[in-house]
């Protein structure tokens, strides 16, 4: 069982910046493919960013590409995700997910590839 603490959720004026961090109570953290999605209110639970057991592999959705940033630390069980150039669109409630895999089945965009989740942090982008 792993469970995962998001944090870092906050308001922040359009063009600001914000850093998500989650923490997984993993023993063996860098088993795990992880990953960040959002929900914003009425609308489905959405890919934001995703990266494998070694780091060396994220993707990103394209609404966040060049903006935002994905990473992770195996020795702190932590995987975290650099916000910059916020937009109103940003806004939701952002999740942290874990896969009990190194990498993906299919895709890293689906929930289903998921296994774990957070309970969300929110981020509020004010124009």
């Known amino acids: 069982q792993v469970q995962l603490v998001e944090s870092g959720g906050a308001l922040v004026q359009a063009g600001g910046s914000l850093r998500l961090s989650c923490a997984a109570s993993?023993?063996?953290?860098?088993?795990?493919?992880m990953g960040w999605f959002r929900q914003a209110p009425g609308k489905e639970r959405e890919f934001v960013a995703a990266i494998t057991w070694s780091g060396a592999d994220p993707y990103y959705a394209d609404s966040v590409k060049g903006r935002f940033t994905i990473s992770r630390d195996n020795a702190k069980n932590t995987v975290d995700l650099q916000m910059d150039s916020l937009k109103p669109e940003d806004s939701a409630i952002y999740y942290c997910?874990?896969?009990?895999?190194?990498?993906?089945?299919?895709?890293?965009?689906?929930?289903?590839?998921?296994?774990?989740w957070g309970q969300g942090t929110q981020v509020t982008v004010s124009s």
């Open positions: 993993a023993r063996t953290f860098s088993s795990y493919a």
């Open positions: 997910a874990a896969r009990s895999s190194r990498s993906w089945n299919v895709t890293p965009m689906s929930t289903y590839e998921y296994n774990y």
